[in-house]
């Protein structure tokens, strides 16, 4: 969400694909959040979270490095946020 934050729209249609990736952006976070809970057993909610991480840990790596890939420079489509929700959803498993 911070990627998108500073975003300048050059017309109402990329303003709206930017709130559906928004909106992508929020579902994927409670899919993941209910996935790790689900998979939680007797685990507390902080162990099931580092047991989520530890496995993760190789994609978790490649998605930061796309974040750090895309520097501070503002896109000039949506398209990487548009791979960087992909690489997200991809997290759910």
Do not use: C
Request: charged share 25%; hydrophobic share 45%; no cysteine.
């Amino acid at each position: 969400e911070a990627l998108a934050a500073g975003y300048k729209f050059i017309d109402s249609w990329q303003r709206w694909a930017l709130e559906s990736l928004e909106d992508d952006m929020v579902g994927i976070r409670r899919q993941l959040t209910e996935a790790i809970l689900e998979d939680a057993g007797d685990s507390t909610p902080a162990e099931a979270v580092a047991a989520y991480l530890e496995v993760q840990a190789p994609a978790l790596h490649r998605l930061g490095a796309f974040i750090a890939n895309l520097g501070t420079d503002q896109p000039k489509d949506l398209s990487p946020l548009m791979i960087g929700v992909r690489q997200l959803r991809s997290l759910i498993g």
